[in-house]
């Protein structure tokens, strides 16, 4: 039976195709890890880091647990999560300074 079975029926910020900043992925994280029925360490057995990585990564909001999050919501959940980057590019005039 996958982590996820009992947790398949509540409401989420998640929903297929939605698209989270790191903080809607960080909320969607800890309202994961406060119902499930496994702590903390299981949590961090299953994924191979330790218990206070997992408790680090339900409460910072950015980009440096974003990999464990990712991870998180997948074990927990019925869903994978994928990054998308967003690219942009900039120009500048070859005659004046970047910095103007």
Do not use: C
Not at 6 to 25: D, F, I, M, P
Not at 46 to 64: F, I, Q, R, W
């Amino acid at each position: 039976m996958p982590l996820y079975y009992r947790l398949q029926t509540a409401a989420r910020l998640v929903r297929h195709g939605s698209k989270l900043s790191y903080g809607e992925l960080k909320e969607e994280v800890y309202q994961l890890a406060r119902e499930a029925p496994h702590t903390y360490a299981e949590i961090a057995g299953k994924l191979g880091v330790s218990e206070n990585a997992v408790a680090k990564a339900v409460t910072t909001v950015g980009p440096k647990f974003q990999r464990l999050q990712m991870r998180i919501v997948e074990l927990l959940s019925k869903y994978e999560v994928e990054r998308q980057e967003k690219v942009e590019f900039r120009t500048w005039r070859k005659d004046r300074e970047a910095h103007e």
